[in-house]
């Protein structure tokens, strides 16, 4: 039994926030209806990498899903969005700011529809403020929440995270955000509700002690490179051949035994040593003893001599790295999926993992408006399978 079996989702949003949020539902037994705009849908399938001219990322975004092409500038269009949000238990959107009441399919008209229905409103600045009509994107939302600030090497210029973090927050926060507001609806007997969700918030949300230290002691904090800031000693260190490895050896026990490995019991024994505080203020001195025996060594053998230890350790993985892993694939963490195209193609699995009603790939993802004769003529499928064929696990 799927953990979201009978959940009707309709996902009006595009690109990477709202349908990353209608995905990870998807994954658990919903019912996701994907509307798409007419002749092109969502431009996310020309986006990196095509494969028969749709994104590979497509097919691991839009899984589980079914798709629906429709023209919501149109009274036909709205009208169907209409009938449908009047049986969904969820509606996903992450258009700019008031683009829904503008189609009249805004909060208070579906509200008035449906009182049972959840709306999902994800956009760069939420639904308030002075900001709320500005146009938002991820990366934009990553720079005024903290997190381009901090990521980068010191004195450089600040860099972007390699993948579209504050898209994906924002939706996992979305996420979050529908799951608290069915259970108030189906447990404490409420009504339907909308969820603002700030891409700039969500990630603002992660900056763990950013605030309270500035709120404190005035102390903004700047980009570190590798290294851990204020926790040490955390850093990635060189080993032979240029190559990397990171080291986390900050737990007082943990520093002895990483000291007692690299040959540098005076360091363990340094009363000086014994507790963070003390550590970070020698943060650099640390970083270069470290550095002195790994850059000896090659990475497989610092990694075995490290992890011996039990002092936490790791190779910096790319996805070749990824790929091939024992413990990813024991995890089911690379799996084979159906591709819309046809074949097969290994997608990230389904996360977290539920013991009892863990979630599951059902179906590839659609071709464009692969659904929307039978959703328009019928209306909501019973469920995804039966709109697709079930799919291997």
């Given at each position: 039994m799927d953990a979201l079996r009978g959940i009707k989702v309709l996902e009006l949003g595009q690109l990477i926030a709202g349908p990353f949020a209608g995905k990870t539902l998807a994954d658990f037994g919903a019912d996701v209806i994907k509307v798409e705009p007419e002749g092109v849908g969502d431009p996310l399938r020309k986006w990196r990498l095509l494969k028969d001219g749709n994104?590979?990322?497509?097919?691991?975004?839009?899984?589980?899903?079914?798709?629906?092409?429709?023209?919501?500038?149109?009274s036909e269009g709205q009208d169907i969005v209409r009938r449908l949000a009047a049986e969904a238990d969820v509606l996903i959107e992450n258009f700019k700011p008031g683009t829904l009441e503008g189609w009249g399919l805004g909060w208070d008209a579906l509200h008035a529809l449906n009182p049972r229905l959840i709306m999902l409103r994800i956009s760069g600045y939420g639904q308030?403020?002075?900001?709320?009509?500005?146009?938002?994107?991820?990366?934009?939302?990553?720079?005024?929440?903290?997190?381009?600030?901090?990521?980068?090497?010191?004195?450089?210029?600040?860099?972007?995270?390699?993948?579209?973090?504050?898209?994906?927050?924002?939706?996992?926060?979305?996420?979050?955000?529908?799951?608290?507001?069915?259970?108030?609806?189906?447990?404490?007997?409420?009504?339907?509700?909308?969820i603002d969700v700030a891409l700039y918030e969500s990630v603002f949300n992660v900056m763990e002690s950013l605030l309270p230290e500035y709120d404190v002691f005035g102390a903004v904090r700047e980009r570190s490179g590798s290294a851990l800031p204020g926790i040490s000693p955390t850093n990635a260190y060189r080993c032979l051949d240029d190559q990397y490895v990171l080291i986390a050896g900050n737990g007082d026990s943990i520093f002895r035994r990483l000291m007692s490995v690299i040959g540098r019991p005076d360091l363990?024994?340094?009363?000086?040593?014994?507790?963070?505080?003390?550590?970070?203020?020698?943060?650099?001195?640390?970083?270069?003893a470290i550095e002195a025996w790994t850059s000896q060594r090659s990475p497989d053998a610092v990694l075995a001599a490290?992890?011996?230890?039990?002092?936490?350790?790791?190779?910096?993985?790319?996805?070749?790295?990824?790929?091939?892993?024992?413990?990813?694939?024991?995890?089911?963490m690379i799996v084979d999926a159906p591709a819309s195209y046809g074949g097969s193609i290994k997608v990230p699995g389904v996360v977290p993992k539920l013991s009892a009603t863990?979630?599951?790939?059902?179906?590839?993802?659609?071709?464009?408006?692969?659904?929307?004769?039978?959703?328009?003529?019928?209306?909501?499928?019973?469920?995804?399978?039966?709109?697709?064929?079930e799919a291997a696990e």
């Open positions: 994104s590979v990322w497509w097919e691991v975004q839009s899984r589980n899903k079914s798709s629906v092409c429709l023209n919501l500038r149109t308030t403020g002075p900001y709320r009509d500005r146009p938002g994107f991820g990366v934009i939302a990553e720079a005024m929440g903290g997190l381009r600030y901090l990521t980068g090497e010191p004195g450089r210029v600040p860099v972007r995270v390699g993948v579209s973090i504050g898209d994906t927050l924002a939706a996992l926060h979305g996420v979050i955000g529908v799951l608290l507001a069915l259970h108030h609806r189906d447990v404490n007997h409420g009504q339907g509700q909308f363990a024994d340094d009363p000086g040593l014994a507790h963070n505080d003390g550590r970070v203020s020698r943060a650099a001195e640390l970083d270069q490290i992890d011996a230890a039990g002092v936490p350790v790791g190779r910096i993985y790319s996805v070749a790295d990824i790929a091939t892993d024992p413990q990813y694939l024991a995890r089911e863990p979630g599951r790939i059902r179906s590839a993802a659609p071709k464009l408006g692969e659904h929307t004769h039978t959703v328009v003529a019928e209306g909501w499928p019973t469920h995804t399978s039966a709109a697709h064929g």
